[in-house]
């Protein structure tokens, strides 16, 4: 198996910043672009920022910041990122023209036995490597956000993908300290997505039903079942619920449930004014810069926490 040892990351915002701090933490020397000048400018503070959230709770030493930030160069360029890359990864806007131009560039840069992978969130990397000469080393690794966080990544092959490809990318991720699900099939959303939509379609009828307020919804949702299946998983939890009651359960609400493929008539409506959640300032919620950041903060010191307790012995994610 051929060593990776220089990374890519084409596309530096909200995924692609964790993505980096990934690789680099684990000593991968990563190069990364991305068109905007605001965020190749300001990514290394992110970066910087996410660490000092790590070394809060014990997860890295202050004194490694520098260490891991020297193991990432910002590049003026597509070409320059790609130079010599052993593996690419690209974080760019979920739309599939764009994805596929962009693995269409890249593969003349990059060597024959280079590694492109999509972070998509839907598009199967069958669709994506369409038209490329060497599909047989393209994959999904599926990352979540905070990616610098969250532990697991899904990988998901296409139709096309080698053994090679998928074994050289398993055991990169795990290297990062990363816990890679290979998906056995390709179908859109993967799995992950498909569980969250399902979910997300009830949610929305019921708040849009005023069967209980946002606020209300998430407070039950989090101190019910999102506390659950942080600690055994949807399926456990069933089987200590016991199957017949289950099945009981399912038989008596699956006729109920909200089962249509309309878009939710509020989320139409929030998209349609332009609300489309903390980017803009307004969504189901509204936010402040203030209020923005504070969550962050929460919501990364909790996740750091969780991490902490459910995975005790791998708490070095964020150390070399």
Not at 90 to 96: I, Q, S
Not at 112 to 126: D, G, K, Q
Not at 255 to 277: M, N, T, V
């Amino acid at each position: 198996m051929l060593n990776i040892h220089k990374i890519t990351v084409l596309g530096l915002g909200t995924m692609g910043h964790g993505i980096v701090q990934s690789f680099a933490a684990k000593g991968f020397q990563v190069s990364g672009f991305d068109k905007l000048a605001s965020v190749r400018n300001t990514v290394k503070e992110r970066i910087r920022a996410n660490i000092h959230s790590a070394v809060t709770v014990g997860f890295s030493d202050k004194s490694l910041i520098d260490s891991i930030l020297s193991n990432f160069r910002i590049c003026e360029s597509e070409d320059e990122a790609l130079q010599d890359s052993d593996f690419v990864v690209e974080a760019v806007k979920e739309d599939l023209e764009l994805k596929q131009q962009l693995f269409g560039r890249i593969e003349p840069l990059v060597s024959r036995n280079t590694i492109i992978a999509s972070n998509t969130s839907s598009f199967p990397i069958t669709q994506l490597s369409a038209h490329l000469n060497f599909p047989d080393r393209t994959i999904v690794t599926h990352w979540f956000n905070p990616p610098h966080i969250v532990p697991v990544v899904e990988v998901v092959p296409g139709e096309k993908t080698s053994l090679f490809t998928i074994d050289r990318t398993l055991d990169l991720l795990k290297k990062a300290g990363k816990s890679p699900i290979r998906l056995k099939k390709e179908i859109p959303g993967f799995l992950i997505n498909r569980i969250q939509i399902a979910m997300l379609r009830e949610i929305l009828d019921l708040l849009n039903s005023g069967v209980a307020d946002a606020s209300e919804i998430d407070r039950a949702v989090k101190g019910s079942i999102g506390l659950r299946l942080a600690a055994i998983g949807p399926l456990e939890v069933i089987d200590f619920a016991g199957l017949e009651t289950t099945g009981k359960v399912f038989q008596s609400l699956v006729g109920d449930i909200k089962s249509d493929q309309e878009l939710p008539a509020i989320l139409k409506e929030k998209i349609d004014l332009g609300h489309f959640g903390v980017k803009t300032g307004n969504g189901i919620y509204k936010y402040t810069d203030e209020l923005i950041n504070e969550k962050i903060a929460r919501r990364d010191h909790c996740f750091l926490e969780l991490l902490k307790l459910l995975y005790e012995g791998k708490t070095d994610l964020f150390n070399n």
